[in-house]
């Protein structure tokens, strides 16, 4: 008895720091396959929790759960806010996505999600491939963004969604939506920051540009006349706007005093390193676009695509982005807050009131 009362400590799990509302949370083990992973279910409120399934060679098994506590909650914030009739949730499974996935721990995995008759919904996420979630939707049907389901890549909707999101920024802070003669600051040309790339540049929007990977630096020199600055000094240049479209925690101490831009308006997840960093933003008076309101485009793809159904809703849900930005910023200068503040405050009143078109 007692080694089970060591080595099981209760505060393990229900006492996790990261652990809020969740509803169900699901550990996941087939030793065939050597699937480990942990599928969390944090809201469903609104609907079935849909979130990616993320394959990363975690430390260990907490920093894991870890992972899947946080983003699912980011999940039922994100779909909450973007109007859609789902709430949030996440699976993490613990293997190294080069050396250690199979297609069978990939259907084992399926098999699991399967089990919870469609309280959760899954999707690709990092360490994920289009076949492996082939391999996932050969044993459950609650699984969207594969090419049966939908669209496929969400990519161009996530870049749609931001250059409307760029816009509504825009509108806000000089009045105009007009990028015609704006300079705008691209961080990151993956398959969203140089689609975002394309779209600014045909709105007459001056480009400077960067990225770790040169031939995408080289192809937009190219392609849209722009300017490259080396990837760590994107933030720092003469730029009306500042677009991060690479990596996360890109807002941060070290980079907001010198951000020259008056918007900060791009893809990337998790750009705020801290809490704090939003405050020293708006003390510096540059608007943020909080990242899961202006990157919903992708997540709304993968949620209301259906098989051979066109876009048209999905493109109506995405250009919406603007429009919800747009009352996130009116809303913060009237309350004298932030808009991820904001943001957030919506994604919640919209779980209170429970189940709304
Ligand atoms: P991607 O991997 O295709 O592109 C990322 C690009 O950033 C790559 O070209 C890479 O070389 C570059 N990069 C990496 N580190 C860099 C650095 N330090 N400086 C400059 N460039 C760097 O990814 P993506 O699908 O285009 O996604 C970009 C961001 O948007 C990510 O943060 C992602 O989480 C977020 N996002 C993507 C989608 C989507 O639909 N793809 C949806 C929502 C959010």
Not at 114 to 130: H, M, N
Not at 153 to 166: H, Q, R
Not at 336 to 345: F, K, S
Request: hydrophobic content about 40%; overall charge negative.
């Amino acid at each position: 008895m007692n080694a089970l009362h060591t080595s099981i400590h209760h505060s393990a799990v229900f006492d996790h720091p990261e652990m809020g509302s969740h509803e169900d949370i699901v550990f996941v083990q087939d030793r065939k396959t050597g699937l480990r992973a942990i599928i969390a279910v944090h809201d469903t409120t609104l609907g079935p929790a849909l979130g990616g399934c993320r394959v990363w060679s975690y430390e260990n098994p907490s920093d894991a759960l870890t992972d899947a506590l946080r983003l699912s909650r980011g999940m039922t914030y994100k779909n909450s806010l973007a109007g859609l009739d789902l709430g949030g949730g996440k699976a993490v499974i613990i293997a190294d996505p080069r050396k250690d996935k199979t297609a069978e721990m990939m259907e084992a995995f399926g098999r699991h999600v399967e089990r919870l008759s469609g309280t959760y919904i899954t999707a690709e996420d990092v360490g994920v491939s289009p076949e492996d979630m082939e391999a996932v939707a050969r044993q459950t049907a609650h699984v969207r963004g594969t090419q049966a389901t939908g669209l496929g890549d969400p990519s161009p909707y996530t870049a749609l969604g931001v250059f409307e999101g760029i816009k509504a920024s825009a509108k806000h802070v000089f009045g105009s939506s007009d990028l015609d003669g704006k300079t705008v600051s691209v961080q990151g040309l993956g398959h969203v920051g140089y689609d975002v790339a394309g779209r600014l540049h045909e709105a007459g929007a001056k480009l400077i540009v960067s990225d770790i990977h040169a031939p995408a630096v080289l192809r937009a020199i190219e392609t849209f006349g722009a300017t490259a600055v080396d990837p760590g000094e994107a933030h720092m240049v003469d730029a009306d706007i500042f677009a991060p479209c690479a990596l996360g925690a890109g807002l941060n101490a070290r980079t907001i005093p010198h951000i020259q831009a008056k918007v900060v308006a791009g893809a990337a997840n998790n750009q705020l390193q801290t809490p704090a960093d939003g405050e020293a933003l708006k003390k510096r008076g540059i608007l943020y676009a909080p990242d899961y309101a202006i990157n919903a485009g992708g997540v709304i793809s993968i949620a209301l695509a259906t098989p051979g159904g066109g876009d048209k809703l999905v493109r109506e849900k995405t250009l919406a982005i603007g429009d919800t930005l747009s009352t996130i910023f009116e809303r913060a200068d009237r309350e004298g807050t932030t808009p991820e503040h904001v943001a957030d405050a919506m994604a919640e009143e919209r779980l209170a009131k429970g189940k709304t078109a």
